[in-house]
């Protein structure tokens, strides 16, 4: 078996094949063999738990500035600077983490009018998603959507108002995957990490709650009678209420 430690190999393959006098044999590019990297497994734990550790934050209770530090993080995780340095750079592509020069890394947060502007970008998403339902998902799919908000009956909303924000985030998700789109879906995944954090900060806003569940009630409806335009005008509809709600209520993103 070969040593993937050793350095990179070049392979060249030539085909002497030919179909007639005088053409020439066809050469393949050159190939670079790199060794295979063992830390890839630890870049992406290190991501996805810090990823895990930015959606959770509460980041826009206050205004102060939410500093990462990487050597506490690499403790914690238990794993060496490097794969955490690596996912703090992933992170800052994906818009989650700023690097500001001799200060340090920290957690992104979002003004009013990109809030507004992403929240518009899953309007057309989801609203595409419910069309795509109506089409193709089936009756025990749109079901169970029902099934998500059976605890809430009775009262029980404000109650529960944290529990009830994880069902809310979940319901938006199993839309979008329902779909079975898989294009849409990672266009989604992203651009929906982001909103949870508003969500969750929305979500028991002044009547927020009791809109929400209202307009699932109405949306799983729409898709059990598979009312494509219905079903895509209400959820359309229930995302750009949340934008509405940002645009008259979120002063904290200024």
Same mark, same amino acid.
């Given at each position: ?43 992406n734990k290190a991501y996805a738990a810090l990823k895990n550790v930015i959606v959770s934050m509460d980041i ?76 193709? +998902? ?70 927020? +709650? ?45």
């Amino acid at each position: 078996m070969p040593d993937m430690t050793t350095d990179k190999r070049i392979v060249r393959r030539v085909s002497a094949r030919s179909s007639g006098p005088g053409r020439a044999a066809a050469v393949t590019p050159l190939l670079a063999i790199e060794p295979i990297d063992t830390s890839f497994s630890f870049k992406n734990k290190a991501y996805a738990a810090l990823k895990n550790v930015i959606v959770s934050m509460d980041i826009y209770r206050s205004r102060s500035d939410i500093r990462l530090d990487e050597r506490k993080l690499a403790q914690d995780f238990g794993v060496s600077r490097t794969p955490v340095r690596e996912a703090m750079a992933q992170l800052e592509r994906e818009g989650f983490v700023r690097a500001v020069p001799r200060r340090g890394i920290f957690v992104v947060r979002k003004t009013k009018r990109e809030v507004i502007e992403m929240i518009t970008a899953w309007a057309a998403l989801e609203s595409m998603a419910a069309r795509l339902i109506t089409q193709n +998902a089936s009756n025990e799919q749109i079901a169970s959507l029902g099934r998500m908000f059976a605890t809430f009956v009775g009262g029980q909303l404000h109650a529960h108002l944290d529990e009830y924000s994880e069902v809310n985030i979940e319901f938006h998700q199993t839309i979008i995957r329902m779909s079975g789109n898989s294009v849409l879906i990672k266009l989604a995944e992203n651009l929906f990490t982001h909103m949870r954090m508003i969500r969750m900060k929305t979500i028991g806003e002044h009547d927020r +709650a009791d809109r929400s569940i209202r307009d699932h009630m109405n949306i799983i409806e729409a898709l059990e009678a598979r009312d494509i335009a219905r079903a895509e005008e209400l959820v359309r509809n229930h995302a750009l209420g949340l934008a509405e709600h940002v645009e008259k209520y979120a002063d904290y993103l200024d």
